[in-house]
């Protein structure tokens, strides 16, 4: 017995704890699985008597929860997650009781009588309440003989705190009077005089405030697959025996007879038993031009009837259809990429026992010298203090914030930190056409007329019929017509034939225009006098925008589901060597993974439906905001604008954000590895561990508001 299953999982608060699930579902003989930090999900293939509740109790077992997926189509998102919601609450809680305690220690002059005391008043609730999560993780990792950032939180906090109620209780901070001076030297000192509430408070909220800002930016797994199935149609109008009765599109059964009026959405994959009209199938198959259908064509759901009635007849409903399979796609994509984890989870992986372990040794070495309770206290409590992760823990959020910040008033949306890293691996850009490196809009680009004929008259008059129409690319001439001469002739006898064009009387010519091999066909009198060329045209900025990516390094590939002809034309026109032509959603993706396969890391850029799975396979995915919202939720990054030539934009600004982060990372590990042995050495006040692991904040704060200056 062989299977596959996905578990939705839940406590996991960094990489390493996704290593760890990993690792102990692996240990379940028979079982190969992935766990994906980003989306909070476990991909598992079982040979063999394996059952759900194995692998269920197997991720209980590393101190984690996990349950089976819901069944049926993606549920309503909640305006905010609950996780979000918490994190939130206690952020704002913990910031409000922590300023006036780190304020207070940091200015003497402020301390007044029994001001440690507030202090206290104030700084409990904070290490109690704010940092539960961080105590309950702990207390996890402990049982189960791990740990990871949460351990050091905890430990360094409940240290701080600890030793202040120490020396509040039992030794001389608790006197009337007390004040905290900033004694800035090195020195053995007893530290019974000593309190670190502010030390404890501030780590609270600071770590507090990046673990919100990273579960707000994770919390969007879900929403491609929902704004992909939201497309579809709620209901249907089904035709029994001549009669019309709507009903809720699941109702609908294989053999089913529907109608389709102009406008509506095609409720499920069919065949056309009657009626003729174009179909606009652009967010399925990036076609520009609508597609013509009559009796025997087959038609997509969630599709648009551009044109007249139709009457279709279900071929495939629910999960087989066309659509369900592409919502297939894009899960399938989202679930494989591999989630890249942050440099500070890596470093913690080290760092946190060999601290832990050091700050155990000080104490045992300097009690087993006769040093004394106090000194020997006192030096492991500066070890936790100096080597407590606060600065590691805004490294990357407060770049990310000012960052995404910065890319929000640029018109650029980045989706969170596992975005950054991915665009300084990128080498290549493969570029979706329509509604990217063009308009999306079909338009005159031409009119060839027969020898002896006036150019003028032949838009004029073809103009004047479509005029009449409703297809796209009778709108686009009649358009263009308007524009040039103002007021159209009137026609009279219009007539409109599905795929073969329109007809009518102008000027007392009898005037039709059709497709033809040359392009639109104009004809009157039986003669034919010109032709008109109509086509997606090319963004005035894409040229320059392919040059700023080439700068950037990257080798742009232009992938669209057009014509090959038409796209060989626009990637001459913006200067792009290789085009991949005639692909289907489901080819996208392939194309990306055959790049990737070639060792190439890929950015994707696209705008439609039929580019979401390509997107959330692709390194990197890049939507334009100008397009649908599956593509915009199943890519990493979003240009509000559509100009392409904020793409290379964003990506210059995401490697930015992404060196900062790096910086305060390197910056943040160097200080502690700098003071750990002055701490182990007893020679580092813990008040000065406190000081020190400020302005090492500090330092991060400054260096990533730097960013406000990207231009």
């Known amino acids: 017995m062989s299977g596959e ?9 960094c990489a390493s704890c996704a290593n760890r699930i990993e690792r102990k579902l ?12 980003a989306t909070e999900k476990a991909k598992v293939r079982f040979e ?92 996890t990792n402990f049982r189960h003989a791990t740990s990871t950032m949460d351990t050091l939180v905890s430990m360094g906090v409940l240290a ?47 770590i507090l405030a990046g673990r919100f800002f990273e579960a707000r930016s994770k919390r969007r797994a879900g929403a491609a ?19 019309e009765r709507r009903m809720p599109v699941d109702q609908l059964a294989v053999g089913d007879l529907f109608v389709v009026r102009p406008g509506e959405k095609v409720a499920t994959d069919g065949v056309v038993e009657d009626g003729s009209s174009a179909v606009d199938a652009s967010m399925l198959t990036g076609e520009s031009v609508p597609v013509e259908v009559g009796p025997g064509d087959t038609v997509a759901g969630a599709t648009v009837n551009a044109g007249g009635r139709l009457v279709v007849r279900a071929t495939r409903v629910g999960a087989e259809t066309q659509l369900a399979q592409m919502a297939r796609l894009v899960e399938e994509a989202q679930n494989g990429k591999a989630s890249a984890q942050r440099l500070a989870d890596r470093i913690s992986g080290v760092f946190v026992p060999i601290v832990i372990a050091l700050a155990v040794g000080t104490l045992g070495f300097w009690l087993g010298t006769g040093a004394g309770p ?11 203090i100096i080597a407590c992760p606060c600065a590691l823990g805004l490294a990357t959020p407060t770049a990310l914030m000012v960052g995404t910040g910065r890319g929000a008033q640029l018109g650029i949306l980045i989706k969170g930190p596992e975005v950054l890293e991915q665009t300084r691996r990128v080498d290549t850009i493969v570029l979706d056409k329509t509604g990217t490196v063009t308009t999306g809009r079909m338009s005159l680009v031409d009119v060839v007329v027969a020898e002896g004929e006036d150019q003028d008259t032949v838009l004029r008059l073809a103009g004047a019929v479509e005029d009449a129409s409703e297809h796209p690319i009778g709108r686009a001439v009649a358009a263009a017509a308007r524009e040039r001469y103002g007021d159209l002739p009137a026609v009279t006898g219009f007539h409109a034939t599905a795929g073969h064009g329109v007809e009518g009387t102008v000027d007392g010519h009898a005037v039709g225009v059709g497709r033809s091999p040359d392009g639109v066909q104009v004809e009157w009198d039986g ?82 439906v039929n580019d979401a799975a390509a997107l959330a396979q692709a390194d990197l995915g890049i939507a334009m905001g100008t397009g649908t919202d599956v593509a915009i939720e199943a890519s990493d990054l979003t240009l509000v604008r559509g100009d392409l030539r904020v793409a290379a934009a964003a990506i210059r600004l995401s ?51 730097r960013l406000r200056s990207f231009r």
Do not use: C
Request: proline share 5%.
């Open 5 to 13: 299953t996905e578990l939705l999982l839940t406590g996991m608060t």
């Open 26 to 37: 692996n240990r379940v003989e028979g079982v190969s699985a992935t766990v994906n930090y």
């Open 48 to 139: 063999g008597p394996v059952s759900t509740d194995d692998l269920i109790a197997a991720v209980e077992a590393a101190g984690y929860g996990a349950r089976l997926p819901a069944t049926g189509p993606p549920e309503a998102a909640e305006d905010e997650d609950p996780e979000v919601r918490s994190l939130r609450q206690r952020l704002l809680v913990s910031a409000v009781l922590s300023v006036p305690v780190v304020v207070l220690a940091m200015v003497p002059a402020w301390q007044f009588t029994y001001w440690q005391w507030a202090s206290l008043t104030l700084a409990a609730p904070v290490v109690v309440w704010g940092a539960y999560p961080f105590h309950r993780a702990a207390w």
């Open 160 to 206: 701080a705190f600890g030793w202040s109620l120490y020396a509040l209780f039992l030794g001389d901070a608790g006197q009337p009077g007390m004040t905290h001076a900033f004694e800035l030297t090195i020195e053995r000192t007893s530290g019974a005089g000593n309190i670190y509430l502010e030390a404890a408070a501030g780590v609270t909220t600071f």
């Open 225 to 243: 697959l929902r704004a992909l199935l939201d497309l579809g149609a709620r209901d249907v109008a089904v035709l029994s025996d001549g009669v």
């Open 374 to 384: 106090s000194a020997a206290f006192t030096a492991a409590v500066a070890m936790l």
């Open 527 to 608: 003669v034919v006098r010109g032709w008109l060329r109509v086509a997606d045209s090319v963004k005035p900025t894409s040229a320059e925008a392919v040059r700023m990516l080439r700068d950037l390094g990257l080798r742009p590939i232009l992938l669209t589901g057009d014509h090959a002809t038409v796209a060989r034309a626009v990637a001459d026109e913006v200067g792009i060597d290789e085009v991949v032509a005639d692909v289907l959603p489901a080819d996208k993706v392939a194309v990306v993974k055959r790049l990737q396969a070639e060792g190439r890391a890929v950015a994707m850029v696209g705008d439609g």
């Open 655 to 705: 490697r930015r954000t992404l060196r900062t982060i790096q910086g305060n990372l390197v910056w943040a590990f160097g200080y502690n590895v700098a003071a750990l042995p002055l701490a182990a050495a007893g020679l580092l006040n813990p008040m000065i561990a406190g000081a020190a692991m400020a302005f090492s904040s500090v330092f991060v704060v400054a260096n990533s508001l």
